[in-house]
């Protein structure tokens, strides 16, 4: 993939899940703006109504009072009758309309002192109205010589009731200018106000915990609940007991200290959902970019691994094309020594590029689980010696050494006798590879319970952490610069760890840059 077009995508794909996690969050944040808004507006309204049926209830409560001392006293001592009509005819209809309206005003000689304003001053009385209203319309009839008259009634309409207006009037001004000379804790009890806010809360389906109380003139008073706390941060209020111009010192007051939670609660639900559907897209995000980095990550190594079997290929191909050019040669060809020299050098080279497509094509069948391996009973031991004969010479040659230091007891397993063999010759081939100077190499083994450990010790160019974590992936090769400068495919240590892992053992390294490695291979007994 290009490199341009992949950080592109990157890009993109970052700027789209910034943008949704952003649409979600703001969506989450406007949620709860809403639902806040919409609580304050319902416990407004819940005081609002509480405040009004308290006022409603101390004025009913004195009107009360009133018209029982109204009934105890009788009959009224004078009594005043206004009445006014008016007449209408329509010529039309030969219709009659006579409407009329009387006002009786009924004294029942009731002091002021009703309200116990405690001045001692007794002038002043209060009066009953009573309003009689009747409307009614009469038809005119003639006789047949056109003299005779007569009104027949075709409908009556009479009510007769209080005049609300005027005792409305009459009543708030006194009993309110009174009232304020009440202590609050007379006017309204704390029992009245917790079972008017339940009832009301509870049918706006607020069922939460809430503490209230009642201020005046900004200080709270003797009426509220135990937990009520002086602050009014975050508390709603309401005016209460307001005068006939709307003008009032009190305020009923209520907090929920469990507000956050009961609006939390309210859109948890969503917001949940809302959470896991960002956790999903963020997944698929990661799963996305890995795949994108990942398949960089191959197309590169595979690059690097057909380059490097192009170079594993070149040089037995072109020895073995200089081998037939001087076979060619007459001068050579009668020479059977040479010649037989030159054609040990084609055989070797063709059975080292078999030895690298077979071990291609191990790998793969390895991964389709369709590599064939049966085990028998070996000798961990020998199979060493083995292995350790195949790197000798080249040890040799450039001065190093593989020395065993073969000290577990036990040492017998069930093993493919050539793949243990392979994965042997692998690892002493890369501590080989691997050693900048001569090759000084030890194999050790030791037993661990029942399980028998093959450590395999270098003291070549090591590897950093990074490097030993991925060192046993398919096609994975240690940068140096030159990724000629050691020969290989990064496919002997896959091997290695699908062979061993077949065997149910474990095979892991440990590593440090310029110190050497150590390979551990852990395999049950028999």
Not at 13 to 18: A, F, P, Q, R, T
Not at 95 to 101: Q, R
Not at 303 to 328: C, G, Q, R, W, Y
Request: charged letters at 30%.
């Amino acid at each position: 993939m290009n490199k341009r077009l992949f950080v592109l995508l990157v890009i993109l794909m970052s700027l789209s899940l910034i943008g949704i996690i952003f649409v979600q969050g703001y969506w989450i944040k406007q949620s709860w703006e809403d639902k806040e808004e919409q609580f304050s507006n319902v416990v407004s309204e819940v005081l609002g109504k509480v405040a009004d049926k308290i006022e409603l209830s101390e004025r009913n409560d004195y009107f009360e009072r009133y018209f029982k001392l109204k009934d105890s006293v009788g009959k009224p001592q004078s009594s005043h009758l206004s009445n006014f009509f008016f007449v209408d005819r329509d010529i039309n209809s030969n219709e009659i309309l006579f409407y009329s309206h009387g006002i009786l005003e009924e004294d029942y000689n009731i002091a002021s002192t009703f309200f116990d304003n405690g001045s001692g001053s007794d002038t002043t009385t209060i009066k009953s109205y009573t309003s009689k209203r009747t409307k009614t319309i009469f038809k005119e009839d003639y006789g047949l010589d056109g003299k005779q008259y007569k009104l027949t009634p075709v409908q009556k309409l009479e009510k007769i009731g209080g005049l609300s207006a005027l005792e409305k009037a009459q009543y708030e001004d006194v009993f309110g200018e009174f009232a304020k000379t009440v202590p609050i804790h007379k006017r309204v009890s704390k029992q009245e106000i917790e079972l008017l806010l339940e009832r009301e809360l509870k049918d706006k389906g607020l069922n939460l915990d809430y503490e209230y109380g009642v201020y005046s003139k900004g200080l709270p008073t003797k009426v509220k609940s135990k937990r009520f706390k002086s602050t009014t941060e975050g508390a709603y209020k309401s005016p209460i007991f307001k005068d006939s111009e709307g003008i009032t010192d009190f305020s009923l007051l209520i907090a929920f200290p469990k507000k956050e939670k009961f609006l939390l609660q309210s859109i948890l639900g969503m917001a949940v959902l809302s959470v896991l559907f960002i956790l999903v897209i963020v997944v698929a995000y990661s799963g996305a970019i890995y795949q994108l980095i990942r398949q960089k990550q191959i197309s590169e190594i595979k690059s690097d691994f057909i380059n490097n079997m192009t170079h594993e290929f070149k040089t037995p191909i072109a020895t073995i094309n200089l081998a037939v050019e001087a076979i060619k040669n007459p001068k050579i060809i009668d020479d059977q020594s040479k010649v037989k020299r030159y054609l040990q050098m084609i055989r070797d080279e063709n059975k080292r590029m078999h030895a690298q497509v077979e071990n291609v094509l191990r790998i793969s069948k390895l991964e389709k689980n369709q590599l064939d391996i049966s085990k028998d009973r070996v000798d961990v031991h020998e199979i060493i010696e083995h292995a350790v004969t195949h790197i000798e010479l080249i040890v040799d040659d450039r001065g190093g050494y593989v020395n065993t230091h073969l000290d577990a007891s036990r040492s017998d397993i069930l093993a493919n006798s050539m793949h243990f063999t392979n994965v042997l010759v692998n690892i002493l081939d890369n501590a080989v590879k691997y050693s900048p100077e001569a090759p000084k190499i030890d194999v050790y083994t030791e037993l661990a319970k029942n399980f028998i450990i093959i450590k395999v010790q270098d003291q070549g160019a090591g590897m950093g952490k990074a490097v030993v974590k991925k060192v046993f992936e398919k096609f994975y090769r240690e940068h140096t610069g030159d990724i000629h400068n050691v020969k290989g495919h990064g496919l002997g240590l896959a091997y290695v760890k699908k062979i061993i892992e077949d065997h149910q053992g474990e095979v892991y390294a440990e590593s440090e840059k310029g110190k050497g490695s150590t390979f551990y291979i852990k395999l049950p007994l028999i």
